[in-house]
């Protein structure tokens, strides 16, 4: 019988298609919701302090919302600190909590052994796995071919790069499906003029809760050419392995290999600046840090807290900052 499996960040997808159930990936589902504050409501009714990241609250609360999720595979290691006692928390609730974790060295041998250990939870051996991996491959490409349509022929908006990139995670559950949307997307796309040139802008950091930021850097005369922690949800570094594949993935590593790959591709896409989203009360806004200390171009910190639109500081902030590049 196929489960819906919620996963709090992408994990091998994989492993828990090629047992016949359905990854979720429960940011999607929470920041897409009809009422994004009553699931942080529901986290704050039961406990959970006012001063903690608003992603983990969400989840929290959209889980147990969720009439058909019982089932959620949480990342230990490499995502969120945070994530340990949403899993208590969770468990405490009835949810069954299945970890997984990406060794921070990048160790191929602990990858390996993680991806085993949740292969065996799900009951499936690695020639299934592989299978599977050649058919979401496929579904990849096409989004690859969207990034490049974004920063080569100008042709995507920075806010549906985000979008077809992010949905790499669990394929909306349906990678067939997605696949047919998004090679609908590609033809439409490849009949639309080229934007306006404009100020060029590579989004680094993890998705932003805020709804409405690419739409605004447009208006402004800028435009994100460079997603980069949603285009690693793709998996862009092409591999036949699987292990090398998710080995090869930047996000939940050791920040050094994230700034390599922005820094290429910040040269490799003619980026004018940089903005870096960080989430209210999250350990990464320390890594602003390094990333102002190792970029070389024109640097911005964007900070969100509660779903919602850009608040009047922030847009001021913008608006200064692409004055400053003008």
């Known amino acids: 019988m ?7 960040t992408t994990v091998p997808a994989e492993i ?3 047992a016949g159930d ?8 929470f920041i897409t919701g009809s009422d994004t504050h009553s699931a942080i409501e529901r986290a704050e009714m039961d406990g959970y302090p006012r001063n903690l990241c608003g992603w983990i609250k969400g989840i929290y609360g959209t889980v147990l919302a969720a009439q058909d999720i019982k089932k959620v595979v949480a990342v230990t290691q490499g995502d969120c600190s945070n994530t340990h006692a949403l899993m208590e928390t969770l468990e405490l609730a009835g949810i069954k909590i299945i970890p997984f974790a990406f060794p921070y060295d990048r160790d191929r041998d602990l ?4 991806m085993e250990k949740l292969m065996e939870c799900f ?22 071919e969207i990034d490049r349509l974004t920063w080569e022929e100008n042709l995507v908006s920075g806010w549906e790069n985000h979008y077809y990139q992010v949905c790499c995670s669990d394929f909306n559950g349906n990678p067939e ?12 796309a490849q009949q639309r003029k080229p934007f306006s040139s404009g100020i060029r802008l590579g989004f680094i950091g993890v998705p932003p809760i805020l709804t409405d930021i690419y739409q605004y850097l447009e208006k402004a005369g800028a435009r994100v050419v460079f997603n980069e922690v949603q285009r690693q949800f793709s998996m862009p570094f092409p591999q036949a392995d699987i292990v090398e594949q998710y080995r090869m993935y930047t996000y939940p590593y050791h920040v050094f290999h994230r700034v390599e790959d922005i820094s290429r591709e910040v040269e490799r896409r003619k980026i004018d600046a940089v903005i870096h989203y960080t989430q209210s009360f999250c350990f990464r806004q320390i890594e602003d840090i390094i990333f102002r ?7 911005l910190s964007l900070e969100g807290d509660q779903p919602g639109q850009l608040d009047a500081r922030s847009k001021m902030r913008i608006d200064s900052f692409l004055e400053m590049l003008r």
């Open 2 to 8: 196929t489960e819906k499996i919620g996963i709090t």
């Open 16 to 18: 828990i298609y090629a």
């Open 22 to 29: 359905v990854p979720v990936d429960l940011n999607n589902v």
């Open 111 to 114: 990858l390996k052994l993680q």
């Open 123 to 144: 009951n499936i051996g690695w020639e299934q796995v592989v299978r599977i991996k050649d058919e979401l491959d496929r579904v990849r490409r096409l989004v690859w």
């Open 177 to 188: 499906e997605f696949a047919r949307e998004t090679r609908k997307f590609i033809e439409k």
């Open 293 to 299: 200390t190792k970029l070389k171009v024109p640097f």
